[in-house]
């Protein structure tokens, strides 16, 4: 597919992340504007709401678009998702009968501030991504017990909490938690000392599934509404204390970033790529009928306070071993019900060359390789002030659809007690 012309011409660089083939969801406020459903176009942003007021946008008998969130609109299933999106292709192409009326209503993006782009119902976070895990594994149990023996059968996951997702730009508050130093008799309380990031992918369920009533992979695909970028920032040293039995908890609980605009899967399907071949025959349950992973090139900056900014990772979503519908399916296998807004990270998004490492972790393998981030400093784990932003976009023919950043700089940890 080439790119797709529009009548607002920064749409049509190829240097935007925002042409009219990409058309992402998310949540805007300016001075003068409370916050509203938006949809980005070049360098600039649809207001949905005064569109829907306007009758440019109906999707529905009552309005969808009064509210400062997208969920009313996944609510109304596949088949609206398709009919606005081409409804919005149709009100913003080349050409454009209508293009008097619309312009008005778009504000430029240098004007407006980012709101999380939903309600988040619930938040689950994987890992699945094999290059990760194995380098995690190997670090503490060896490279002969690196994976666990149920790792090659199941997309692993834990339950998060969804009150600590966050959109880009939120500063995150360094955690406090127990540790335990392998010296020390006894465990202690203070300010996590190692702490990391997570180069995700984040799902965006938009349809419901019925409680107790399985789905399958190609349902689990429909079931979509988009995907995000997703930075699941990790205190280290608090979970290595604390995971055991159950597994993560405080050490994932204090933040969880997202980048602030929704692509949807229709924006993605020239992207579409397979999983890896499979060491382990999965369960007729989790097998795919068709490619469900995605070709989008990722990387991770990193900037000290008033330093430079350095590339620390590049890497690609191709790279998972479990992809987004098989995560979904799994979810609900047991009859779990997904709500729409429910949010899945991916895991860990790590290649196999020593770049393409998604974690500070494993980049710089557990602190023993410090990385280098210019002007002649180094880190093992992130310090207070540095700044961490992730980057996606999937490459097409002279454009590219893009996720906006997902970025945060880390604030020093609140005194406690």
Not at 182 to 207: H, N, Q, W, Y
Not at 291 to 300: E, N, Q, T, W
Request: proline residues 7%; aromatic residues 8%; glycine residues 10%.
């Amino acid at each position: 597919m080439k790119l797709m012309k529009s009548w607002v011409k920064s749409a049509n660089s190829a240097d935007t992340q925002f042409p009219l083939n990409n058309l992402p969801y998310g949540v805007f406020t300016t001075d003068k504007l409370e916050p509203r459903c938006g949809v980005a176009i070049g360098d600039m942003i649809l207001d949905m709401s005064a569109a829907e007021e306007a009758g440019l946008i109906e999707l529905a008998e009552d309005p969808v678009f009064d509210v400062p969130y997208w969920n009313d609109v996944m609510e109304l299933g596949p088949e609206a998702w398709v009919a606005l999106r081409a409804r919005l292709q149709q009100l913003l192409a080349e050409g454009s009968a209508e293009q008097a009326s619309v312009a008005p209503l778009l504000f430029p993006m240098s004007a407006a501030r980012m709101e999380l782009p939903m309600v988040v119902a619930e938040y689950t976070d994987f890992y699945a991504g094999k290059h990760h895990a194995t380098n995690v594994g190997t670090m503490f149990r060896g490279a002969q017990n690196a994976l666990p023996p149920n790792w090659l059968h199941i997309p692993i996951g834990y339950n998060g909490r969804a009150s600590s997702v966050v959109v880009s730009g939120t500063d995150i508050i360094r955690p406090n938690g127990q540790t335990k130093a392998p010296t020390a008799d006894t465990p202690s309380f203070g300010p996590c000392k190692r702490l990391d990031i997570e180069l995700e992918m984040g799902t965006i369920v938009g349809s419901a599934s019925e409680l107790g009533h399985p789905v399958t992979v190609a349902q689990a695909d429909e079931m979509i509404f988009g995907y995000v970028l997703l930075n699941d920032w990790s205190a280290r040293d608090i979970q290595a204390w604390e995971y055991q039995p159950l597994g993560p908890f405080q050490a994932k609980a204090f933040a969880t970033s997202i980048s602030p605009w929704i692509v949807t899967r229709a924006a993605l399907e020239p992207f579409r790529t397979s999983t890896p071949e499979r060491e382990k025959e999965l369960l007729p349950y989790l097998l795919e009928p068709k490619p469900m992973l995605y070709d989008i090139a990722l990387s991770v900056t990193m900037q000290a306070e008033g330093g430079e900014v350095k590339t620390i990772c590049e890497t690609n979503y191709n790279e998972m071993y479990y992809s987004a519908p098989q995560q979904l399916a799994h979810h609900a296998s047991s009859g779990c019900a997904m709500t729409p807004g429910d949010l899945l990270g991916s895991g860990t998004i790590s290649g196999p060359e020593k770049h393409q490492r998604g974690s500070l972790l494993e980049l710089s393998w557990g602190g023993q390789e410090p990385i280098d981030i210019g002007n002649g400093q180094t880190r093992s784990f992130i310090e207070d002030g540095d700044t961490l932003t992730l980057h996606g976009a999937a490459i097409g023919d002279g454009y590219k659809i893009g996720f906006g950043t997902c970025t945060g700089t880390i604030k020093p940890a609140i005194k406690f007690p």
